[in-house]
T-cell receptor, first 114, second 114 residues
Framework: QKEVEQDPGPLSVPEGAIVSLNCTYS??????FMWYRQYSRKGPELLMYTYSSGNKEDGRFTAQVDKSSKYISLFIRDSQPSDSATYLC??????????????FGTGTSLTVIP | DADVTQTPRNRITKTGKRIMLECSQTKGHDRMYWYRQDPGLGLRLIYYSFDVKDINKGEISDGYSVSRQAQAKFSLSLESAIPNQTALYFC?????????????FGPGTRLTVL
């Protein structure tokens, strides 16, 4: 079983739709949860991160973590064609100065149709 | 200018050739990483370095070697390239914060081994 599971999609939605991207994980020690966005032929860029269960909002993006279910989500409201990209969930234990090992989902490909 | 740069951006080589991928960063980060990305497999860690004198193997280090020439430079070598090393390679950097760290990725090098 992989540490992090992510539906690869592809996901195609009309402009303005609400998008839900999800990941599950098996390691209960994960405490740091990140979402990266990767445009075609570019490197991943950090979109949001959170340390705790609950919701974190940033503009049209909301990251949700449910540690009891080992489930995280990224919601995109009022989706735009510029949101078309691959979204990666990334997780790690928090180890302080010894450094973290990062566990990556395989990414979900999203296309927002104008 | 980009904070994390990779050269070359694209490379086609033949089986058995030695090839070096280079990464430079201006972020002042102490930690650097090399990943490869394959469709359906996501990002996998090859090597990482927490400072100039520190080199660590990642998940898939066989067939690869690295050199940390300076805090800002981290190169990845394929001593004798083989076709299954065809992939997208990313360099990443992070700064140790004592609690956790977030990675910043370069634009990637697309390597094809014929």
């Amino acid at each position: 079983q992989k540490e992090v599971e992510q539906d690869p999609g592809p996901l195609s939605v009309p402009e303005g739709a609400i998008v839900s991207l999800n990941c599950t994980y098996s390691n209960s020690a994960f405490q740091y949860f990140m979402w990266y966005r990767q445009y075609s032929r570019k490197g991943p860029e950090l979109l949001m991160y959170t340390y705790s269960s609950g919701n974190k909002e940033d503009g049209r993006f909301t990251a949700q973590v449910d540690k009891s279910s080992k489930y995280i989500s990224l919601f995109i409201r009022d989706s735009q064609p510029s949101d078309s990209a691959t979204y990666l969930c990334v997780m790690s234990e928090v180890r302080g100065n010894t450094g973290n090992q990062f566990y990556f989902g395989t990414g979900t490909s999203l296309t927002v149709i104008p | 200018d980009a904070d994390v740069t990779q050269t070359p951006r694209n490379r086609i080589t033949k089986t058995g050739k030695r090839i070096m991928l280079e990464c430079s960063q201006t972020k002042g980060h102490d930690r650097m990483y090399w990943y490869r990305q394959d469709p359906g497999l996501g990002l996998r860690l090859i090597y990482y370095s927490f400072d100039v004198k520190d080199i660590n193997k990642g998940e898939i280090s066989d067939g690869y070697s690295v050199s940390r020439q300076a805090q800002a430079k981290f190169s990845l070598s394929l001593e004798s390239a083989i076709p299954n090393q065809t992939a997208l390679y990313f360099c990443a950097t992070s700064r140790s914060t004592g609690f956790t760290d977030t990675q910043y990725f370069g634009p990637g090098t697309r390597l094809t081994v014929l």
